[in-house]
């Protein structure tokens, strides 16, 4: 029987991925990973705010140091089709741990065993994170331990500022008023309309809490024309009237912006993306997104171009997905980067999952790049 191999990186929340076309199937899984993005890391000011890791890292390179607290830690198998059942275990370090089941996994498709915020420091500090496997069934080969080391580096810096299809002028308010509650991290997981014309940013912090931030109705951005997937004419692109009201259970943050607290009622566990791989279809790239859908009540995905990116933030449902394709806990979307003319480009989105209630799954970031 052949061997099953394992390979493990690092991933913060953002998930920054290369397309290839040179599957056998047709469908491109995610290219090797690299660890060249660290080399920047070193340079930037002390005192400012560093991203997450943006690459699961190996070998030599393998260890990772940022302001951001949050990691994800992500593998990937590799080898033969025999049938596996893995876990994966973490010790991240600081007395708690994880672990994850995976029966059968996909060869080149990264996995997320778990996702962990560390407490904030008043000083640098660096965790011992061990990752172990064992093979539960199936004559697949274990890997040896993996020990890994996350700095968490102290910084007073402006956290990361979140897409919140806000004007420029609020997304500055915006940022100033986390600085200003001293919230170094937060995840937006959507925003919501209030009664009056008011809207509300619903933030997730560390430990299943959440924070909502009022916004006044000329603060919420209609989408701008720009460079779309395929046809300008033929998108629906998300604008004000699209964004759902407040589910009841955040009534408590309404009234109390910029308090911590708890949902006073139940709060469907999100939708989470597990996986991200893609494929080159002619001029065409797409990139392709598992996920899990514990409630089944996934009912739409999103996505806006990042990092200089022209792509106009939009929200489709899956019941009318403009020009995806839906598989069951799978969502595929082409991004039009002119492959094999003299125009072709990379480009960048984020995206994300989003549920009955408008709530959002973890958001990723997805390199998309011509290969042939």
Partial sequence: MGKRMIRIGLLPVIVVITLVTNMTSG???ASSYQGSAQATV???AAGSALAPCTAPLFGADKDCESTSPLVNRWVTFDGSSDLCTYTQYVDWGDGSSSQRTFRNPSPGVAY????????SEIKTTTYKE??????????CNSIPTTVFHFTHLKSAAVPPQPELQLTNACKLEFTAELISLGVGVAEVAGLFALPGGQFVGVLVL?????????????????????NTALSTASRTTSSAASIPPLPRAFAYGASH????????????????ITGIYGYQKGSLVYFSLTYTNPDHDAKGFGFVGINGAGWALESHPFSN??????????IDYPFNLACGSSHEYKSWVEAWIYDSQGIRSNPVEVALSCTT
């Fill in 321 to 330: 997905p403009s020009y995806g394709i839906v598989r069951k806990n799978r």
């Fill in 206 to 226: 560390a430990g299943s809490t959440y924070l909502l931030l009022r916004f006044i109705n000329n603060c919420v951005a209609h989408s701008p024309a720009s």
């Fill in 257 to 272: 912006p910029g308090k911590r607290f708890k949902p006073s009622g139940k709060v469907l566990p999100r939708p989470q």
């Fill in 112 to 119: 997320l065993i778990d996702s962990h915020t560390y407490k």
């Fill in 27 to 29: 469908i491109a899984h």
């Fill in 42 to 44: 070193g340079a930037t």
């Fill in 130 to 139: 061990t990752v172990s496997t064992s093979v539960d069934s199936g004559t």
